[in-house]
């Protein structure tokens, strides 16, 4: 018996870039570390998080389709994985890893692959991100 294809991996890979935003963004609120800290609803958060209202809700409602936070009524919560890598209070804290894999320089090599393979290498040139001093590898 033929099994139906299923698209779903498509969608989920053309789509990734607007999981990465959204947790990158997330990340650089600390909007994780404010939840940890005992802010729940949207109106505490905007105020704590210098946002607006909607924006927050919006950005959080996200998150919680994508197991970043829970949500019970109006309250976010945090996940066992957001608790425990990107709450900032976390000694298991990664969130300064978005810095360096969400960075422009590093992006920059992804921005067409196409060209890449055609020219056999990255378009930031031959040695891309491996040159000597690359600030994206400083920092």
Known sequence: MKHAANPEP?????LAY???????GAI?????????AGARRPAELARRLEATERGVRSLCDYLV????????GED??????SATFLDRESPRCIASISS?????????????????????????????TSAPETPVWVE
């Open 100 to 128: 360096f894999l969400n960075s422009p320089g590093l992006a920059r090599a992804f921005e067409d692959v196409a060209a890449c393979v055609r020219r056999g290498g990255t378009v930031m040139g031959e040695r891309g």
């Open 28 to 36: 650089e609120l600390d909007l994780f570390t404010a939840i940890g």
């Open 10 to 14: 498509v969608f989920d890979t053309l």
């Open 65 to 72: 389709t994508l197991d970043f936070l829970t949500k019970s």
């Open 18 to 24: 607007q999981r990465s935003a959204a947790l990158a």
């Open 76 to 81: 976010y919560g945090l996940t066992p994985v």
